[in-house]
C-alpha cells in the first residue's frame, strides 16, 4: 500500500519568514496530493491541493509544488502569521484507491512573534 | 458553509462496552468515511461507504467495528466491545465523488476507554 513520509516533525519560525514541509510517496499511481490544517482539537480542514498533471499551484500565500519523477511534494507558506501555526498534514491518494487518503506524520508549525 | 457534523464530541465508557458515534455529513455527498487519529500520531483510514454498503476498510476495521447508514442524514460508527487501544480520536469524512471529490471533515468524536 501507499507510504506518506513526511518531515520536519516540528518547524517553529519568526512571524513572516517562510515555513516549507516536505513530502514523500511510495506508490508512483497516486494522484493527488492534498494537504490538512489541524488545529487544535479540530478536524483536518483542507488548505490546498494538487494534481499529478500540475506541478505547482499557489493561493495566496500558501504554494505546493510536486515533482512526480522523485515522488515528493511541498508545501510552501510565506509570510508566515501566528494564525498558521498548527499540524499540518499531507497526504496522498491512488487512483485505484477510492477517496482512502493516506496521511503523513504530520509537522507542528509554530509561527513566533 | 455546509459542514460534516459529530457527535458526542466526547465519550469515555469502560472496557468491552458498545460505543456508537454519529456523525452528519454534508447533505449532497455521497461517500462517507470514517478515519482514527490515536493521540500524537498521524490520522488514519478505517472505512469507506457507498450506496450503503462498505466499500473499502483498513486491517483496523475488524470485525468490532461496523458503520451504518440508518437514515437519509446519519452514518454511525460502531465499536461493539472496547478496548483500551480503542482510545482516540473519531473523524468522520464525506465527499462528493470519489476520484475528484476533496473530503470535509468533521470535528471529530473524542473516545476514552477506561
Known amino acids: 500500500g501507499e507510504n506518506v513520509e513526511q518531515h520536519p516533525s516540528t518547524l517553529s519560525v519568526q512571524e513572516g519568514d517562510s515555513a516549507v514541509i516536505k513530502c514523500t510517496y511510495s506508490d508512483s499511481a497516486s494522484n493527488y496530493f492534498p494537504w490538512y490544517k489541524q488545529e487544535l482539537g479540530k478536524g483536518p480542514q483542507l488548505i490546498i491541493d494538487?494534481?499529478?498533471?500540475?506541478g505547482e499551484k499557489k493561493d495566496q500565500r500558501i504554494a505546493v509544488t510536486l515533482n512526480k519523477t522523485a515522488k515528493h511534494f511541498s508545501l510552501h507558506i510565506t509570510e508566515t502569521q501566528p494564525e498558521d501555526s498548527a499540524v499540518y498534514f499531507c497526504a496522498a491518494r491512488w487512483t485505484g484507491g477510492g477517496n482512502k487518503l493516506t496521511f503523513g506524520t504530520g509537522t507542528q508549525l509554530k509561527v513566533e512573534l | 458553509e455546509p459542514e460534516v457534523t459529530q457527535t458526542p464530541s466526547h465519550q469515555v465508557t469502560q472496557m468491552g462496552q458498545e460505543v456508537i458515534l454519529r456523525c452528519v455529513p454534508i447533505?449532497?455527498?455521497?461517500?462517507f468515511y470514517w478515519y482514527r487519529q490515536i493521540l500524537g500520531q498521524k490520522v488514519e483510514f478505517l472505512v469507506s461507504?457507498?450506496?450503503?454498503?462498505?466499500?473499502?476498510k483498513s486491517e483496523i476495521f475488524d470485525d468490532q467495528f461496523s458503520v451504518e447508514r440508518p437514515d437519509g442524514s446519519n452514518f454511525t460508527l460502531k465499536i461493539r466491545s472496547t478496548k483500551l487501544e480503542d482510545s482516540a480520536m473519531y473523524f468522520c469524512?464525506?465527499?462528493?465523488?470519489?476520484?475528484?471529490?476533496?473530503?470535509?471533515f468533521g470535528e471529530g468524536s473524542r473516545l476514552t476507554v477506561l
Open positions: 461507504f457507498y450506496n450503503n454498503e462498505i466499500s473499502e
Open positions: 447533505s449532497n455527498h455521497l461517500y
Open positions: 469524512a464525506s465527499s462528493e465523488g470519489t476520484y475528484t471529490g476533496e473530503l470535509f
Open positions: 494538487i494534481r499529478s498533471n500540475v
